[in-house]
């Protein structure tokens, strides 16, 4: 199987596969209004080259089967990351009826493959307890640093 480069006409999947993602993450109710944000996000950003996201499309059907979306931050450099850029993984996605088949792991593959080919050193995520798994096979580690956030 190969992960190919989302184009902007993949957006509705994109949205479709992020939904599925944080339906598993949030239980409960939540609305849609989102969506539509979202889906015009995923079109500017990947026609621009801003973001990245790599998709495996399903077996023999319409639509997509798996993705994993990341941009690249930049920032000032330090001792640990002189140029300062940084990558982050968010979206990583499977439809519940294709899992255990690799798909991720080949979005992962070739997303880190293209920050790798864009001089990026170091990337970040935020992993489930099952993707965790998946993330420590690729060599991520969990990091010291808390995580904090303010919401206006």
């Known amino acids: 199987m190969i992960a190919r480069l989302a ?3 993949d957006a509705d999947e994109l949205v479709r596969l992020r939904a ?3 339906r598993s993450l949030h239980a409960g109710s939540w609305t849609d209004d ?8 995923l079109i500017d950003r990947l026609a621009a080259g801003t973001m990245a996201a790599f998709v495996v499309d ?9 993705c994993a979306l ?3 931050e930049e920032r000032l450099g330090g001792p640990g990351n002189p140029f300062g ?12 009826d294709m899992r255990r088949r690799g ?5 992962m593959t070739a997303l880190l493959d293209w920050f790798r080919d864009r001089g990026v050193t170091k990337v970040d995520l935020r992993a489930s307890p099952s993707g965790e798994p998946l993330y420590r096979s690729l060599g991520f580690e969990r990091t010291p640093d808390p995580a904090m956030r303010l919401r206006f």
């Open 85 to 96: 850029r940084s990558g982050y993984v968010f979206s990583v996605a499977t439809d519940e």
């Open 58 to 66: 399903r077996p023999e059907a319409t639509g997509l089967a798996s």
């Open 34 to 41: 989102w969506r539509k944000h979202a889906r015009a996000t």
């Open 7 to 9: 184009v902007p006409d």
């Open 70 to 72: 990341g941009v690249i």
């Open 20 to 22: 599925v993602m944080l």
């Open 103 to 107: 798909f991720s792991r080949a979005c």
